[in-house]
């Protein structure tokens, strides 16, 4: 099975750097419409669909590879070599953020920069951390998902887009959360949200722009000032906006931060 096939990779674009979309969970890569294209003029840009996700081949989830979020991070580096050219950046929503950040970390000479779109390392507040939920209500959160994906997903997706004034965004991700495929969409739900990579945090070393939601359930304010305290090299910038995907509900001012970052990141 090809790495294109697998994750079912689209390349467009032109230039000489290349820009590496990585999706959260329970999306795909056309979440990423409303932002990528604008950056076609200036850069090789690649979509892709996490394994197990969106149209990739379903059959290439292996729940032991899967089993962290280090299998991930391997197929983007995969991807990384066999489709892009010159410096790379990466921008990464959500768990999509930690994957991409375990592989500039795993091979750091292969990338330029890092954009984490609603970024957290942890999920789960421990101490004097706040990663914005209890270990119950995780817990809580994953029984629900395995008693009734459906209606978790009708649930859950419309408190994660936000976008009070953009009803149709709030019914996409609902769909799209429905079409996964059940027995994956749990096991990742699991990996996800149950992953703790606060320690891998200050090994980064690559530029990265912390691009945060001003009212963000999943990721809250702390996370993001947590992550700016302890990522080398990092910038936070937050962006007014309601919920956790300002790259569908906000994508002009998304892509203004991502400009500002890279007008001083890549020069």
């Known amino acids: 099975m090809s790495i294109q096939s ?6 467009s674009g032109k230039g000489a750097s290349t820009m590496v979309f990585i999706h959260g969970y329970g999306c795909d890569q056309t979440m990423w419409r409303f932002l990528a294209p604008a950056y076609e003029d200036r850069f090789r840009v690649v979509t892709y669909d996490l394994t197990g996700c969106g149209q990739s081949e379903l059959s290439a989830y292996d729940r032991s590879k899967y089993g962290s979020l280090h299998g991930h991070a391997a197929d983007l580096l995969e991807i ?3 489709v892009a050219g010159g410096p790379v950046v990466i921008v990464g929503h959500s768990v999509g953020a930690t994957i991409g950040m375990l592989a500039a970390i795993a091979a750091p000479q292969r990338f330029a920069a890092q954009v984490m779109v609603g970024p957290s ?23 629900t998902m395995d008693a009734n994906y459906l209606g978790w997903s ?12 953009q009803p149709q965004l709030r019914d996409e991700l609902t769909e799209r959360f429905c079409r996964n495929d059940p027995a994956i969409a749990r096991h990742f739900g699991r990996v996800t949200f149950l992953s703790d990579h606060r320690a ?27 992550l700016h305290r302890h990522l080398p090299a990092s910038t936070l910038r937050v962006i007014r906006n309601v919920g956790h995907c300002p790259h569908m509900s906000a994508p002009t001012e998304s892509s203004r ?3 500002a970052f890279l007008a001083q990141t890549l020069r």
């Open 6 to 11: 697998r994750n079912h990779v689209h390349v």
């Open 200 to 226: 891998d945090v200050p090994r980064s070393t690559v530029p990265a722009l912390i691009l945060q939601c001003s009212d963000d359930l999943i990721a809250p304010s702390v996370v993001g000032d947590w």
């Open 80 to 82: 990384v070599d066999s």
């Open 257 to 259: 931060a991502i400009d």
């Open 121 to 143: 390392p942890c999920f789960i507040n421990d101490g004097d951390y706040v990663g914005g939920f209890s270990r119950s209500d995780i817990d809580e959160l994953l029984e």
């Open 154 to 165: 009708r649930s859950v997706a419309p408190m994660i887009m936000g976008a009070p004034n």
